[in-house]
Every structure is written in C-alpha cells, then in structure tokens.
Nanobody, 117 residues
Framework: QVQLVESGGGLVQAGDSLTLSCAAS????????MAWFRQAPGKEREFVAS????????YYVESVKGRFTISGDLAKNTVHLQMNSLKPEDTALYYC??????????WGQGTQVTVSS
C-alpha cells in the first residue's frame, strides 16, 4: 500500500505558474510509475503526465507538453508537477496516482487548480 497526499493547488491567473506536490508514504515510490491526472467539471478524468525511474521515462498529454514538467525527489518520496504558462483550460482537480502493474491502484484526494483568464 502507498498513501498519496497532494498539495500546491490554488487560484492563479493565465500565464502564471504553479508547482503541485505529491507526498507518498507506506512504500518508496522508486518502484512505481507515478502520474498526475486531472478532472475538470463535467469532464472525464484525463492523464496529464507520468514518470518511471527504472525506465527513465516521462510521458505527457499533448496539451501540456512544453509547459508542464513531472519530476521526483526520491529522498523525500515526493513527486512534483511544475506547471508553467497556465491556461484557463488547465482548471481542474489534479490527482496524484501510482501503479505497479497496468492499473493505477493508488490515488490521492486531489488538489484544485483554478486558472482565471
């Protein structure tokens, strides 16, 4: 089991930056694929970015490439999502998730990001 707690959300203006953090406990995250998802009102939850240390790979949804960066601090068992050049369409509840296999089995409670125009 791994417990995930997100932080860092808030209300910002378009063009601003925010960094989300996901603190994990229970197990070290180095063995997991860690990811960020988001869900806007009235929309389905969508994948945003993921990181896997053993493979040394990161993945991003097309709409955030070049603006968002996922990274991890293994010493602190924490994953971050640096979000630059935020747009109103980035407004959503952002979730941290972890998986060992195919499915993301562990989820945080989410942190709200609101971008005003």
């Amino acid at each position: 089991q791994v417990q995930l707690v997100e932080s860092g959300g808030g209300l910002v203006q378009a063009g601003d930056s925010l960094t989300l953090s996901c603190a994990a406990s229970g197990r070290t995250i180095s063995g997991f694929t860690m990811a960020w998802f988001r869900q806007a009102p009235g929309k389905e939850r969508e994948f945003v970015a993921s990181i896997n240390w053993s493979a040394g790979r990161t993945y991003y949804v097309e709409s955030v490439k070049g603006r968002f960066t996922i990274s991890g601090d293994l010493a602190k068992n924490t994953v971050h999502l640096q979000m630059n050049s935020l747009k109103p369409e980035d407004t959503a509840l952002y979730y941290c998730a972890a998986r060992l296999g195919v499915n993301y089995d562990f989820w945080g409670q989410g942190t709200q990001v609101t971008v005003s125009s």
